[in-house]
């Protein structure tokens, strides 16, 4: 099969000009560049790229059907597995699952699989009609929070014929999707649209419905639901605890991107969530939490945004993509300094950060270099902003409420990994609840094994 | 969507509405909170619930238009519905076991500080009320208040009502003859808060307040409603409203209720327009 060693670019939005709208930077495949790409896939026999897959994709079927032009088809075949291509196109770390596996990728540019399933699911979005399920009798579920994880298991739970109601305490479902991940990243109108598609098996969303506080777990079972699964996030910020961080002008990344995206601060006054933004911006953290406040942080105007990290290069957790992204668009890199105080005027706004400069010493527990200090190397960088974005852990609001389910040192939920099941009797946990931080697709895998976990819990329970 | 089944103007700019909600309603007790939304672009507010009924499954909740959101909501009319209504929020606070609380309420701080009081006098503490507010027609819940308390005395900045001056004048009056106070709850404008905390610590009386910071979710996610409490950082929304007034730096927290002071005048300027912020985005 003659194949091109160099993967299709696609193509995307000018930096100068992207860097003043919300709009999407990829701009996606089109027929000829899918099918150009979908070529150069050698149809292994045992395909490796499906191992890099936390949910298991029928990679190689699905090229295969790209490359014969039948592109619902692949939609179709990506579907068995994963609910949200179109999602997962986009924001999977490709680079470190599925197309880090590709055996092309050993002498040339692996398969650009992320690229040919966002191509697949945009081509099919329109396309079909999600088969209408009448809600089943074989038992009810409540799922706690609506992100990747809750999403998972209430489609497969509704396909498999259970009633199943999703309760959110936002006003808008999608969790990290909806309120976290840029639009310029992931345009809200493609979360809404399988956020439809999921109300069209038959599940009920009930929004503005904090579990914990309305009603307790306990309280669902008490109103007949079967089984329940906790896919709540981790959606509590940390910050440095250092001085200053209360001043005016210091957010935590979820605060800033939470206005942004959800609240549509960058419509403001039309939208009446406002937003400050300063003239320079720091971010403090390397993650992808990281970069699209910096980047979010350019497009509200502005004029210097730049990440402050104590590790180096090496050691930055977010997609090599969205690091390229962010330097095109002009954001600046601090690496090896570590935020020591944030420094105030009278009115109580930030007005600089004093920063120390860091060394990489012996590895830690994380196998990254451990950063330390450099002895009176301090100095400030003038900024109007700050930007919190050094991780979250998961929101205590339910687990206070309900002391039964154990819980670890780090306040994730203890679980099963292979069924999400949890101490307390009937209840499922799965996402970044129960591994911290993680990624959209592996709270989607943890999605679909609590799916099938409380579809035999449930069955063995009824016979 | 959540139903107003009666409004009530309570004072100028003052409105009182109890609104359907069923499931809230069960769960609410004092000190907790809600947020609203009225329309797909609003902001989320969050309000006091100032009263419940668990049985006919209302909660009632009385908003001061200050700015546009809050003047939004006060327009609603009886039978209108919110979009959005999440809660019951916050901690609930223990009202079991005083005997003798002195309730101090500055203007609006009345309807936060109602269901409180109430609770406090159904578990036998005997109630002391000071209702101030800037002039006699600021005051709201005087009936309310008065069915509950021992003793009210009403207080304006003007003297159009009560005695003339500010609500710790009468506070220190009270605090000099009774040496018995267990508790005092003081609700209203952050600095009123602040010099009611001032004017107790010597008197080595335990004092309450429930602070109004900047809130989004009102679910612990986002720390924009930090405050430092005993040197400590805290989330309001979900270690408050109601904390020590003795260990909160108001301080901070006058500061950083200002900090989108700008945008609140934009937002009132330029009403459902697009302004001066998406202009920029457009070049
Ligand atoms: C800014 C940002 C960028 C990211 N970028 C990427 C990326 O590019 N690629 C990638 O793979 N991953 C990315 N991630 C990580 C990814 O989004 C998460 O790992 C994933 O969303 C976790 O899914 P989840 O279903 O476990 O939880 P979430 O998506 O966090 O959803 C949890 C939901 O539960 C709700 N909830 C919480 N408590 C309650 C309660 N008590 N009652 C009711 N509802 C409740 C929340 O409101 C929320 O809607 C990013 C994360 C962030 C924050
Ligand atoms: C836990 C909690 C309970 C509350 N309970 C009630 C209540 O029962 N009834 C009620 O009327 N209000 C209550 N508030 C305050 C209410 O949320 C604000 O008045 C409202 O958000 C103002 O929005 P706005 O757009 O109308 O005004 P803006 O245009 O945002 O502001 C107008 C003016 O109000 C001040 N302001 C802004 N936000 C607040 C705030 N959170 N608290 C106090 N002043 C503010 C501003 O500094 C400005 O001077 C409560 C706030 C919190 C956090
Ligand atoms: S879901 Fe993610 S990891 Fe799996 S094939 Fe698609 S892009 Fe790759
Ligand atoms: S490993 Fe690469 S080349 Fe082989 S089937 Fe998968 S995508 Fe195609
Ligand atoms: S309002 Fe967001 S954490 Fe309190």
């Not at chain 1, 977010?318 to 002009?330: D, L, N, S």
Request: glycine share 10%.
């Amino acid at each position: 099969m003659p194949s091109a060693t160099i993967r299709t670019k696609m193509p995307e939005q000018d930096p100068k000009e992207r860097i003043h709208n919300f709009n999407e930077v990829a701009l996606g495949y089109s027929k000829e560049d899918a099918l150009k790409e979908a070529e150069r896939c050698l149809r292994c026999k045992k395909p490796a790229c499906v191992k890099g897959c936390p949910v298991g994709v029928d990679i190689r079927d699905f090229i295969a059907l790209v490359a014969e032009g039948k592109f619902v088809e692949a939609a179709r075949k990506i579907k068995e597995k994963n609910n949200l291509p179109a999602v997962c196109g986009r924001v999977c770390p490709q680079e470190e699952q599925c197309e880090a596996k590709c055996i092309l990728g050993i002498k040339q540019e692996p398969v650009a699989i992320g690229r040919l399933e966002r191509f697949v699911a945009d081509y099919a979005r329109n396309m079909e009609e999600t088969k209408r399920v009448v809600t089943g009798d074989k038992g009810k579920v409540a799922v706690v929070g609506s992100g990747p994880a809750g999403l998972t298991v209430a489609a497969d739970l509704a396909k498999k014929g259970y009633q199943v109601t999703i309760f959110e305490a936002f006003h808008k479902p999608g969790g990290v999707l909806t309120y976290g991940i840029p639009e310029f990243r992931l345009p809200k109108e493609i979360v809404q649209d399988e956020v439809d598609k999921i109300k069209r098996l038959g599940v009920e969303i009930k929004l503005n419905h904090v579990i914990g506080k309305i009603k307790g777990i306990d309280q669902l079972f008490a109103e007949g639901y079967d089984a329940v699964f906790v896919g709540t996030g981790a959606g509590l910020p940390r910050f440095l605890g250092i001085e200053g961080e209360n001043l005016n002008g210091v957010y935590s990344a979820n605060e800033f991107l939470t206005r942004v995206n959800l609240m549509k601060a960058y419509k403001f006054p039309e939208f009446k969530t406002p937003v400050y933004v300063g003239k320079k911006v720091a971010v403090v953290g390397a993650g992808n939490v990281a970069m699209d406040a910096a980047r979010t942080a350019l497009r509200l105007g502005a004029e210097e945004s730049i990440i402050v990290y104590r590790r180096g290069r090496e050691e930055m957790p977010a997609r090599e993509e969205e690091i390229e992204h962010a330097r095109e668009e002009g954001v600046v890199f601090k690496l090896l300094n570590n935020p020591v105080r944030i420094i105030g005027n009278d009115e109580g706004f930030v007005t600089g950060m004093e920063c120390i400069k860091m060394e990489l010493g012996e590895p830690d527990d994380s196998g990254r270099r451990r950063p330390i200090s450099v002895e009176g190397s301090e100095w400030r960088l003038d900024v109007d902003t700050v930007i919190i974005a050094i991780g979250q852990s998961p929101n205590p609001i339910l687990l206070n409420d309900t002391p039964d389910i154990e819980t670890s040192k780090w306040g994730t939920i203890v679980a099963e990994d292979q069924t999400g099941r949890t101490s307390k009797e009937g209840v499922f946990a799965g996402g970044d609840v129960v591994t911290g931080a993680a990624t959209v697709i592996e709270a989607m895998g943890a999605g679909k094994r609590a799916a099938q976990a409380i579809d035999e819990y449930i069955q063995k329970k009824v016979m | 969507m959540y139903k107003i089944l009666k409004k009530e103007v309570l004072a100028p700019e003052i409105t009182r509405f109890k609104v359907a909600a069923p499931e809230i309603a069960a769960s609410a007790e004092p000190g907790h909170f809600i947020i609203v939304r009225v329309d797909e672009k609003a902001e989320r507010i969050p309000l006091t619930i100032a009263d419940y009924d668990k049985k006919e499954g209302t909660i009632t909740i009385i908003v001061q238009a200050v700015g546009f959101s809050s003047r939004q909501i006060c327009n609603l009319e009886t039978g209108d519905s919110f979009l959005d209504l999440v809660g019951p929020l916050g901690k609930h606070i223990s009202t079991e076991g005083y005997k003798k609380v002195i309730c101090v309420a500055g203007g609006l701080g009345a309807a936060p500080l109602y269901p409180k009081a109430k609770s406090l006098a159904e578990n036998g503490a005997e109630i002391i009320t000071i209702l101030g507010a800037r002039t006699g027609e600021l005051l709201i819940l005087e009936e309310e208040f008065s069915a509950l308390s021992k003793e009210l005395y009403i207080t304006t900045d003007d003297g159009s009502r009560g005695r003339k001056g500010f609500v710790t004048d009468a506070l220190r009056d009270l605090l000099e003859e009774d040496s018995d106070i267990d508790l005092v709850i003081a609700i209203g404008p952050m600095v009123m808060m602040k010099f009611v905390s001032e004017l107790t610590k010597p008197y080595g009386v335990k004092t309450m307040v429930s602070l109004n910071s900047l809130m989004v979710d009102g679910t612990g996610m986002c720390g924009g409603c930090r405050v430092t409490v005993g040197g400590e950082t805290k989330f309001a929304c979900v270690d408050g409203p109601a904390f020590d007034g003795h260990l909160v730096d108001f301080d901070e927290q006058l500061r950083r209720q200002r900090f989108y002071a700008r945008y609140e005048e934009e937002a009132k300027v330029h009403g459902h327009a697009g302004g001066e912020y998406q202009c920029h985005l457009q070049q």
